[in-house]
């Protein structure tokens, strides 16, 4: 599918998960502070580059080591701060970073695929339109929880199984930063 067909203009969201897609995955682990987390490679570029795009870009991760007792919130808060930091230091901004800070079947469950945390984007940014967003994921939860909102969605090849398609898949946010520059 050509990105171009999906005629993204100024208006548009842009939603990103973070572990897989901005920064390196911890497989079976967490990145529960600021020295573990490591940007994938052009990831702050490729975020600047797509805050010329997008109107908004907010940053939308499952973080259920929180539930876990593994890290606290406050160790997020420090991780995303540090992330913010250095995608602004390279020309780009993130608008917000929402979490599921819950395990998963918890009562009160903000975990991707539900629609939580793009519920609160929105409430927050009325602007945002669904139709007129774009979701970048590399698990088959971010893919569902863009497509069960009526998003556009990336896929980034990851050793994941693959079991819902996305509207399109890359190789990194870098990979698809190009596509856009390229396409739109």
Same mark, same amino acid.
């Given at each position: 599918? &050509?990105?171009?067909?999906?005629?993204?203009?100024?208006?548009?969201?842009?939603?990103?998960?973070?572990?897989?897609?901005?920064?390196?995955?911890?497989?079976?682990?967490?990145?529960?502070?600021? &020295?573990?987390?490591?940007?994938?490679?052009?990831?702050?570029?490729?975020?600047?580059?797509?805050?010329?795009?997008?109107?908004?870009?907010?940053?939308?991760?499952?973080?259920?080591?929180?539930?876990?007792?593994?890290?606290?919130?406050?160790?997020?808060?420090?991780?995303?701060? %540090?992330?913010?930091?250095?995608? %602004?230091?390279?020309?780009?901004?993130?608008?917000?970073?929402?979490?599921?800070?819950?395990?998963?079947?918890?009562?009160?469950?903000?975990? =991707?695929?539900?629609?939580?945390?793009?519920?609160?984007?929105?409430?927050? %940014?009325?602007?945002?339109?669904?139709?007129?967003?774009?979701?970048?994921?590399?698990?088959?939860?971010?893919?569902?929880?863009?497509?069960?909102?009526?998003? =556009?969605?990336?896929?980034? =090849?990851?050793?994941?199984?693959?079991?819902?398609?996305?509207?399109?898949?890359? &190789? &990194?946010?870098?990979?698809?930063?190009?596509?856009?520059?390229?396409?739109?």
């Amino acid at each position: 599918m &050509s990105i171009s067909s999906w005629n993204i203009d100024e208006t548009w969201t842009l939603f990103l998960d973070r572990d897989g897609v901005i920064n390196e995955r911890i497989f079976g682990a967490y990145v529960t502070r600021v &020295s573990e987390f490591k940007f994938l490679k052009n990831a702050q570029e490729a975020i600047a580059a797509l805050s010329n795009v997008f109107h908004l870009t907010f940053v939308v991760t499952n973080q259920q080591g929180i539930g876990k007792g593994l890290m606290t919130e406050g160790n997020l808060l420090e991780i995303h701060t %540090y992330m913010c930091d250095e995608v %602004y230091e390279k020309g780009g901004k993130i608008n917000k970073c929402l979490f599921a800070p819950n395990l998963k079947g918890a009562d009160c469950d903000m975990r =991707k695929p539900g629609p939580a945390m793009a519920e609160l984007a929105q409430l927050e %940014y009325p602007e945002v339109q669904f139709d007129r967003c774009v979701m970048v994921g590399d698990t088959d939860s971010d893919i569902l929880f863009g497509k069960n909102l009526g998003m =556009k969605t990336v896929r980034i =090849k990851t050793e994941e199984a693959i079991g819902v398609e996305a509207d399109l898949t890359v &190789s &990194s946010l870098y990979e698809f930063s190009k596509k856009i520059k390229n396409e739109v």
